[in-house]
């Protein structure tokens, strides 16, 4: 790698950051929407964390790792992990990955599950390779409709 990559929980995002994530989200999914209101109040969840990856200062990635008590334990999920297409293919996402692994290890988590569509085949062998195993499953969804 060039620069350093640094993995952190943000605690703190500025102007500056949230147009760096605004920037990312459309690599993340062509349908989500930026919300600065919404990323800024992942900083104060009790039960949510925003990881970073950065570059020199710059933002080149991110995941989020969501937490619920459950009956049967705290279970945790990873959503939206996104690495920069210009940063792709240097280990970033797998860093990610392992930190967000490290913190479900930490708070006790019972389960920790992430989705990705099959046609991702490169990140389906990641999560494989940091210890992910596919499940005879099916994800289903509901999405109430617009008001």
């Avoid at 104060?44 to 570059?55: P, T």
């Avoid at 049967?72 to 990955?97: F, K, P, Y």
């Avoid at 990641?126 to 617009?146: C, I, K």
């Amino acid at each position: 790698m060039a620069d350093e990559i640094s993995i952190s929980i943000a605690e703190r995002l500025t102007s500056s950051d949230l147009q760096q994530i605004e920037t990312l989200l459309p690599q993340l999914s062509a349908t989500a929407r930026f919300d600065s209101e919404r990323v800024l109040s992942l900083l104060e969840a009790q039960n949510a964390h925003l990881f970073i990856a950065r570059e020199s200062g710059r933002i080149v990635g991110m995941a989020t790792l969501a937490m619920a008590p459950l009956i049967t334990g705290w279970h945790g999920s990873i959503e939206d992990v996104v690495v920069d297409q210009s940063t792709r293919g240097r280990g970033i996402a797998r860093l990610l990955l392992e930190a967000i692994i490290d913190e479900s290890e930490r708070r006790g988590l019972s389960k920790l599950d992430l989705t990705s569509r099959p046609s991702r085949e490169s990140a389906l062998r990641l999560y494989e390779s940091v210890g992910f195993l596919r499940r005879d499953t099916n994800v289903l969804r509901f999405a109430p409709q617009d008001t």
